[in-house]
Every structure is written in C-alpha cells, then in structure tokens.
T-cell receptor, first 114, second 113 residues
Framework: ETGVTQTPRHLVMGMTNKKSLKCEQH?????MYWYKQSAKKPLELMFV???????ENNSVPSRFSPECPNSSHLFLHLHTLQPEDSALYLC?????????????FGPGTRLLVL | AQKITQTQPGMFVQEKEAVTLDCTYD???????LFWYKQPSSGEMIFLIY??????QNATEGRYSLNFQKARKSANLVISASQLGDSAMYFC??????????FGTGTLLAVQP
C-alpha cells in the first residue's frame, strides 16, 4: 500500500473524447507527479507539481492538461488523443521535491485510445 | 545529460538463489540518488531501496542490497534467496538535483521454481 490511489484503473476512449484521470493521496505530501509508460520505452516524467504549483512540464503535448486543485488531488485531463498515447499513466507522490525523497507510485491507469 | 543503462533485458534465476541486476548511470550532478523499484505485471511501481551519492555504506533492505561503485558509476541490485514473488520488471532510476527521476528500460526477472 503506497497511499496513492488512481481512478479509473482502465480506460478506453476514442480520439474525439474528453476524459480525466484522477490521482489521490492523503498523506500531506507536497510533490506529485505524472508519468507515462509506453510499451518498450522507459518511463517518462510528464508533469511535476510542488506545493500545488506546476514546476515541470516535460514538453508534453497540449492535449494533456494537468490540474492540481489541492494537495490531495491531481488530475490529468485528456482531449483529442492519438492512438500512440495509449500507455500506462502513473501518478506518484513524495514528501518533498528533493534528490533523496522516495517517490511512491499509484497502481496506474491503463489507457487505450482507439 | 543524465542517463540510466540496464543492459540485461531479461534474467532467469532459480528459487532460493541470489541474483544481481546491473545498473550503470551517467550524471554531472555532484549530489544524486539511485533508487530501485519493482514493477509486477499489475503495474504498480514498488520502492525497494535507495542509495545516495554521498552515502559511504552500501544500502541494504532485507533481502535487497545495493552494490554501489561510484567510480564505475554502477549501482547493481543484489537479491538474496529469490522468491517466486520476485518475478517482475526492475528499474533503477536516477534522481538528480531535484527529484526528477530518469528511468532506463528495465530488467525482467523470472524466478523459476
């Protein structure tokens, strides 16, 4: 149990749909992250929020839009996605955004774009 | 540029034997950390062990130990007494000045009974 929950666990969407992924943690940790894991590629950092402010956008296309309304919730809003966006999307949290802080991950959302 | 290399795409080990998973890294940061995570087929990344660049002792955590050789820029994971439940993908991300983790391609470990 990592203290990070993600919903939904699985999602199938068409290229014209709009959907949102939700990540939740109640440990009061200050840093939250979105990662993308595509088949046969290394895990890629997408966004970082530190104290609810976005501190990292790793050149992510604008069809992915993150939101962090409070310290417990992180969303990833999806619109007009492409089939190559099909992947496992992982959320993580850490106490602080520093080199020695362990990131704890959620179970992920498996996304399939048709 | 920061980089992680895991040269073993797949490994087999017999149950109850020890196994070493290789990890080399490249970074220009003076202060950095190396993590090992396990990812079963369910998808969740499970933290195993951490080694800081200034730590003088190799990290150990139960059956996991980290063979840290700073001059060689390697941080290999040793799993003693392998169990069937150890079958998973293993990643050794590098954390730099911030906590931005750089991942490699991972090693798939299969423990055979």
């Amino acid at each position: 149990e990592t203290g990070v929950t993600q919903t939904p666990r699985h999602l199938v969407m068409g290229m014209t749909n709009k959907k949102s992924l939700k990540c939740e943690q109640h440990l009061g940790h200050n840093a939250m992250y979105w990662y993308k894991q595509s088949a046969k590629k290394p895990l890629e950092l997408m966004f970082v929020y530190n104290f609810k402010e976005q501190t990292e956008n790793n050149s992510v296309p604008s069809r992915f839009s993150p939101e962090c309304p409070n310290s417990s919730h992180l969303f990833l809003h999806l619109h007009t996605l492409q089939p190559e966006d099909s992947a496992l999307y992982l959320c993580a949290r850490s106490q602080a955004y520093t080199v020695d802080e362990t990131q704890s991950f959620g179970p992920g959302t498996r996304l399939l774009v048709l | 540029a920061q980089k992680i290399t895991q040269t073993q795409p797949g490994m087999f080990v017999q149950e109850k034997e020890a196994v070493t998973l290789d990890c080399t890294y490249d970074t220009s940061d003076q202060s950095y950390g190396l993590f090992w995570y396990k990812q079963p087929s369910s998808g969740e990344m499970i933290f195993l062990i951490y080694q800081g660049s200034y730590d003088e002792q190799n990290a150990t955590e139960g059956r996991y130990s980290l063979n840290f050789q700073k001059a060689r820029k390697s941080a290999n994971l040793v799993i003693s007494a392998s169990q069937l439940g150890d079958s998973a993908m293993y990643f050794c991300p590098l954390g730099g000045a911030t906590n931005k983790l750089i991942f490699g391609t991972g090693t798939l470990l299969a423990v055979q009974p």
